[in-house]
């Protein structure tokens, strides 16, 4: 098994709350926020890809009250 290599969000410079990325051998894509390291998503790159272009279309804006 490999360690991961995460990488921080280059948006989170000053925050202290901040998104990390790292990517298994086979390509499956973890996610982690930075409060909570120990809580980690994974997901595919087609699915995060998809994720982000729904995001950007503001999909996901009536969850934001």
Known sequence: MSTL??????????ASNCLNVASDADGTIRLRESEAPDT???TTPARLGDFIRAAKAGEFDHLNP
């Open 40 to 42: 980690v998503l994974t």
């Open 5 to 14: 290599v995460w990488h921080k969000s280059s948006y989170c410079q000053a």
